[in-house]
């Protein structure tokens, strides 16, 4: 994938977790964060390549 096409994705991933986190139930934001760490972890390792 090129470079832009990562950082399109990281902020795909990253952007909706953000946003709930003025109405979405703290637990299930939590859980959601947890469950997308990883792949956003992965996607800055790679866009920093």
Do not use: N
């Not at 003025?22 to 992965?42: E, I, N, R, W």
Request: hydrophobic share 35%.
């Amino acid at each position: 994938m090129a470079r832009q096409q990562l950082i399109s994705v990281y902020h795909q991933l990253a952007g909706p977790s953000a946003e709930q986190q003025s109405f979405a139930d703290p637990v299930l934001q939590k859980q959601l964060g947890q469950s997308c760490q990883a792949s956003l972890t992965a996607l800055k390792k790679t866009i920093k390549q």
